[in-house]
């Protein structure tokens, strides 16, 4: 049985809001900042309530209505509900989608903050009743790239010289990054090996490589999910210093931390 699908979804911070099972309506992509609302409902009247809101809430420019009616079902009092869902909150998330699928309702996207992040899973669980199944996964962007910064603060991931092996303020280091990795939740991270120029090319990138897997095994037995690391090496390929001295081959043997794409 079909169920009422509707979706919106901001340009620039695209954010999408569905409604049921039905696939999103294709069209032209919203403007920078405007909503974007597709899917399928009974009736007219819905129809103009949903839009109403969305309008109240965004403004009327910034919608774009792409909702079409057909004959579809829906949980008691279901409108109701979606009205309560359509807050001013939902102009925080970027990068996100609502989807009210019957009484499933999704809610993923990029916050600012922990706490707007808590926020808006409370309101949405206080919205709905306890016939309604929530999945939240809305995380904290602000900068996810700035949490491994700054927990690595430009130090060097040490290793004894010319191995694989972390020394103990290697080890030291990486404890650190485990806490800032554990804020991150399921993001998905690059660790990338660098070496200096000293030896052979090849050589160096092995090396390179072999480190990388060694802070990934290292992070992955301290509780970080291996599925969401990945290692690669450079060898001697990308150095931010210059090679001719010794504190820049020491500053181009690192370990980096990127957020992958």
Same mark, same amino acid.
């Given at each position: 049985m079909n169920m009422r699908h509707i979706a919106i979804r901001l340009a620039a911070l695209p954010f999408l809001f569905c409604c049921a099972a039905t696939v999103l309506a294709q069209g032209a992509a919203p403007q920078p900042g405007q909503v974007l609302i597709s899917g399928t &409902? !009974?009736?007219?009247?819905?129809?103009?309530?949903?839009?109403?809101?969305?309008?109240? +809430?965004?403004? /009327? #420019?910034?919608? *774009?209505?792409?909702?079409?009616?057909?004959?579809v079902s829906t949980p008691a009092n279901w409108n109701g509900y979606v009205q309560k869902l359509i807050t001013p909150d939902l102009k925080t998330v970027s990068k996100g989608q609502?989807?009210?699928?019957?009484?499933?309702?999704?809610?993923?996207?990029?916050?600012?903050?922990?706490?707007?992040?808590?926020?808006?899973?409370?309101? &949405? !669980?206080?919205?709905?009743?306890?016939?309604?199944?929530?999945?939240?996964?809305?995380? +904290?962007?602000? /900068? #996810?790239?700035? *949490?491994?910064?700054?927990a690595l603060a430009n130090r060097i991931v040490e290793f004894e010289s010319g191995k694989a092996t972390l020394t103990p303020k290697g080890r030291a280091i990486l404890d650190e990054m485990v806490a800032a990795l554990l804020k991150l939740k399921d993001r998905k991270v690059d660790i990338i090996?660098?070496?200096?120029?000293?030896?052979?090319?090849?050589?160096?990138?092995?090396?390179?490589?072999?480190?990388?897997?060694?802070?990934?095994?290292?992070?992955?037995?301290?509780?970080?999910?291996?599925d969401l690391l990945s290692a690669s090496g450079q060898g001697q390929d990308r150095p931010i210093a210059s090679n001719d001295s010794a504190d820049g081959r020491a500053r181009n043997r690192r370990i980096e931390f990127r957020m992958a794409q």
């Open positions: &409902v !009974a009736d007219e009247a819905t129809k103009a309530s949903v839009l109403a809101r969305l309008r109240e +809430v965004y403004g /009327a #420019d910034m919608v *774009v209505d792409q909702i079409s009616v057909g004959q609502l989807k009210i699928d019957g009484s499933n309702v999704s809610i993923k996207g990029e916050v600012a903050s922990e706490a707007q992040r808590q926020k808006i899973a409370a309101n &949405v !669980a206080a919205s709905l009743n306890s016939t309604y199944t929530v999945n939240n996964t809305l995380r +904290v962007s602000a /900068a #996810d790239q700035s *949490v491994l910064d700054s090996g660098h070496t200096d120029n000293q030896g052979l090319r090849a050589s160096n990138q092995g090396l390179s490589q072999a480190r990388a897997e060694a802070v990934k095994a290292y992070l992955a037995a301290h509780g970080i999910n291996s």
